[in-house]
């Protein structure tokens, strides 16, 4: 079955090399010039992934991201010009589930997003039950959170490190592990990135946030209350 790519990228040079690079690897792609056009294919198509740069007209990046997030939990790929480690770091926070510095290969682009989508595939297929631990419940079929009763809304990179430390309770992961399994062994951010994931997802599980705990300079496990 094809998987379906939004590129919504504003130079048409770019936006038809990194299609032709999509359709090589058997991807459907379909393509927006701007931030409105871009969410209104996004609504109207079952896309799987989205290449989405920061500076196009209307709408930004950034925003077309939080629209997204509102509503869904597409892996979605940010492209920008800039380099800025806290430009990543606010990409990462408002939902992204990677990050690409233009200039770059498109070839390394298609293969980000092969690993993306694989990564979330496996998590998906690993367990198709939900679980409940310490009041808190996953379903990875769905991708959804509870606690308690009360649903709670995570990013794919939110859910999926929640996910992993819940699986391995109560063994000590180091946050080169977490970067690796969450973010991929070609991703060259730092710790900083582990920590700013597990500060959002504490503020988002509120009182559960306590399982999730922290080994000094080593890295966090989940612990059963």
């Known amino acids: ?14 936006r038809d090399i990194v299609k032709e690079y999509f359709v090589q690897e058997n991807f459907h792609v379909i393509e927006a010039a701007d931030g409105v056009e871009g969410l209104d294919l996004f609504e109207q198509n079952d896309v799987h992934l989205v290449i989405l740069d920061i ?11 939080k629209k997204i997030r509102e509503t869904s939990n597409t892996p979605i790929i940010m492209v920008t010009a800039r380099s800025d480690e806290e430009d990543q770091l606010i990409g990462f926070d408002i939902g992204a589930d990677e990050y690409v510095t233009k200039p770059f290969s498109p070839k390394i682009l298609v293969a980000k997003a092969k690993s993306l989508l694989k990564r979330v595939g496996e998590l998906t297929s690993t367990e198709l039950n939900e679980r409940t631990k310490s009041g808190i419940t996953l379903n990875p079929k769905s991708r959804t959170v509870f606690i308690e009763e009360e649903q709670v809304f995570l990013t794919n990179k939110e859910f999926e490190l929640l996910h992993y430390l819940i699986e391995n309770k109560d063994i000590v992961l180091t946050r080169e592990q977490l970067l690796n399994q969450i973010w991929g062994y070609d991703y ?38």
């Open 188 to 225: 060259d951010g730092d710790d900083r990135t582990v920590d700013t994931h597990i500060k959002k997802l504490r503020q988002k599980i509120g009182g559960k946030a306590s399982n999730i705990v922290t080994v000094i300079r080593v890295g966090y496990k989940f612990e059963e209350n």
């Open 55 to 65: 500076m196009i007209p209307k709408i930004d990046g950034w925003n077309v991201c």
């Open 1 to 14: 079955m094809f998987k379906t790519v939004l590129i919504i990228e504003d130079e048409l040079r770019l």
